[in-house]
């Protein structure tokens, strides 16, 4: 039996879904009547404190999210195999968002729209594509869907990830020892890491520092499409300010919904979308979880599963 237990999603919509898709294994909501005992996977999204209570015959955990920091953060998460979502739509979706703004930072969009509003006609060439680079952290799936589809525009790639990656066209950096000397070369830094404790709050002051200057006029860009854990927005608002960075793109925050107080709504180079980069398709989400429950049913290993030691 498939348990659903999501929040901020219409869950009955998902329900009626996947009850047609897995049609005649049950599928049962939080209030249907059924004995905990017999659920054998529990799809989440933002699950409650009580979400995993009396579900002692659980097999899996399908996490509706790509991302499961919060989800590893849950006090009562049973030690079972835990799948992540890892889907085309959602990476095309991400790759959308990355492609839209580094091309957007990449013909100095914050300086063009300022010459507008000044009715000021100031010819001023961008570098080309191959002479920007694009540093992308964090090369697993979406980071190399990211790649595959910045690469035929002629932006120079590079990617910093745990271990080191052969990927056709882009420079590999890997590891701690490996950070300085990537983000040295990178004009337009793209985050697509997971949050773990190793990684959380690496977009700072210090990080900012050590991006190329010289090759996109205003400075180097962010853009943070992973996590708000990520960010120090403290210092993003300041670097914005002082001209460390030249422009940041954030579609996650510390806190979300990020406060209507917080300054980075008011900074003219800083563009929110609200964590709308990549949502999860209800019919992608469907296909994918159904196939994983059949191929385990049927005595196929779970794919894609997430290892709670590294955290992703
Ligand atoms: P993957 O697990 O496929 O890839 C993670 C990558 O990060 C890997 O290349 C990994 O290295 C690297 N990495 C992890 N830890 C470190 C570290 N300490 N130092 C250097 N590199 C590290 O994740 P996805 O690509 O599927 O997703 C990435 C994140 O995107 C998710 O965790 C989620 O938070 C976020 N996301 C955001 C969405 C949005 O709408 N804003 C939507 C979907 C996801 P290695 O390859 O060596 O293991
Ligand atoms: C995810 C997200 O992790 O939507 O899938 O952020």
Not at 80 to 98: C, I, K, N, T, W
Not at 114 to 133: C, G, L, N, V
Not at 158 to 180: I, L, M, Q, T
Not at 250 to 274: K, R
């Amino acid at each position: 039996m498939l348990l659903l237990h999501l929040s901020d999603v219409n869950e009955a919509s998902w329900a009626e879904a996947f009850s047609k898709a897995l049609h005649p294994y049950p599928v049962v909501r939080r209030g249907d009547d059924f004995d905990p005992a017999d659920i054998r996977y529990i799809f989440v999204w933002k699950p409650k404190p009580d979400a995993f209570d009396g579900l002692t015959g659980l097999e899996a955990i399908l996490s509706l999210g790509a991302g499961v920091d919060a989800l590893l953060k849950h006090p009562k998460l049973p030690e079972v195999p835990l799948v992540r979502f890892v889907d085309e739509d959602l990476s095309q979706r991400m790759s959308d968002y990355v492609v839209a703004h580094v091309t957007m930072h990449h013909r100095l969009y914050t300086r063009f729209r300022a010459d507008q509003r000044a009715h000021r006609w100031s010819q001023f060439y961008p570098p080309s594509a191959s002479e920007s680079t694009v540093g992308i952290m964090g090369m697993g799936v979406l980071g190399q869907d990211a790649a595959r589809r910045l690469k035929p525009l002629g932006f120079t790639l590079r990617s910093w990830s745990r271990s080191p990656k052969e990927v056709d066209g882009v420079e590999s950096f890997s590891g701690a020892s490996g950070f300085d000397a990537f983000l040295s070369g990178t004009d337009i830094l793209v985050n697509l890491l997971p949050l773990t404790p190793d990684t959380t709050g690496i977009l700072n002051t210090e990080t900012f520092k050590k991006l190329r200057r010289g090759t996109l006029e205003g400075g180097p860009v962010i853009i943070n499409a992973a996590r708000g854990g990520h960010q120090r927005e403290d210092d993003i608002a300041k670097a914005l300010g002082d001209g460390t960075l030249g422009a940041a793109s954030l579609d996650v925050f510390e806190v979300e919904p990020l406060p209507a107080e917080s300054p980075l709504w008011d900074i003219e180079n800083c563009y929110i979308t609200p964590h709308i980069a990549a949502i999860s398709n209800e019919a992608s989400g469907v296909r994918y979880f159904s196939q994983i429950i059949a191929d385990h049913r049927a005595g196929k290993p779970l794919a894609n599963l997430v290892d709670r030691q590294r955290g992703y």
